[in-house]
């Protein structure tokens, strides 16, 4: 069965530092993988996915994400962290059905 | 494109009383959809999904059960709410890419006291 781990439920970084968000996967087949991020009240948007090809995938917003088969990982990464990025960041893999099984997510906070 | 409606967005019942939660998807025919629960602090749990007009799979036994009584209309049900079932109700679609993403309606909060 497939399933994901977030390292950390909360992560505190300062405007202008780098976000690291950790995802680490368990899947029998090639994954399907994606970061999604929710704020407040809101349903979910999806940032960036990984499905085949290219390792490093970008997606909205700046973030990033490097699929690293031999880690079992799909750590999101941000250059410059903004204001406007706090927020709960989830990452998902597919399983069957089509359906995605989320992480536990994690709480970014961005300090002035 | 597609979209998805939820509604009501909040809602506040009392232990005991029924509940009824809806979702509605446009810009696209015969989606699968499906219904997640995140309660306070947690992930998304898959609670139902469905690939057509009345048909249902359940992910967990529950309190709760869904209905799909149209092809763009998902309907989530409960007889006799208990505390637990207290969290953000969100509905959520594959839509038309066919790359594997869901996409999400803007959920419904149940609080349940």
């Known amino acids: 069965a497939q399933s994901v781990t977030q390292l950390g439920s909360h992560v505190s970084v300062s405007e202008g530092a780098l976000v690291l968000l950790r995802c680490n996967y368990s899947s029998s087949v090639p994954p399907y993988l994606f970061w999604y991020v929710q704020y407040p009240n809101q349903g979910l948007q999806l940032l960036l996915k990984y499905t085949t090809g290219a390792t490093l995938v970008k997606g909205i917003n700046g973030f990033e994400a490097e699929f690293k088969k031999s880690e079992t990982s799909f750590h999101l990464t941000k250059p410059s962290a903004h204001m406007s990025d706090a927020a709960e960041y989830f990452c998902?893999?597919?399983?069957?059905?089509?359906?995605?099984?989320f992480g536990s997510g994690t709480r970014l906070q961005v300090q002035p | 494109s597609q979209t998805i409606h939820q509604w009501p967005a909040t809602l506040v019942q009392p232990v005991g009383s029924p509940l009824s939660l809806e979702c509605t998807v446009e810009g696209t025919s015969n989606p699968n959809l499906y219904w997640y629960r995140q309660a306070a602090g947690r992930g998304l749990q898959l609670l139902f999904y469905?690939?057509?007009?009345?048909?249902i799979s359940s992910e967990v036994p529950q309190n709760l059960s869904a209905s799909r009584p149209q092809d763009r209309q998902f309907i989530l049900s409960s007889k006799k709410l208990l505390l637990s079932d207290s969290g953000f109700y969100l509905c959520a679609s594959p839509g038309t890419t066919n790359t594997g993403e869901l996409f999400f309606g803007e959920g419904s909060r149940l609080t349940v006291l």
């Open positions: 469905s690939v057509g007009i009345g048909q």
């Open positions: 998902a893999v597919m399983t069957g059905r089509r359906a995605l099984t």
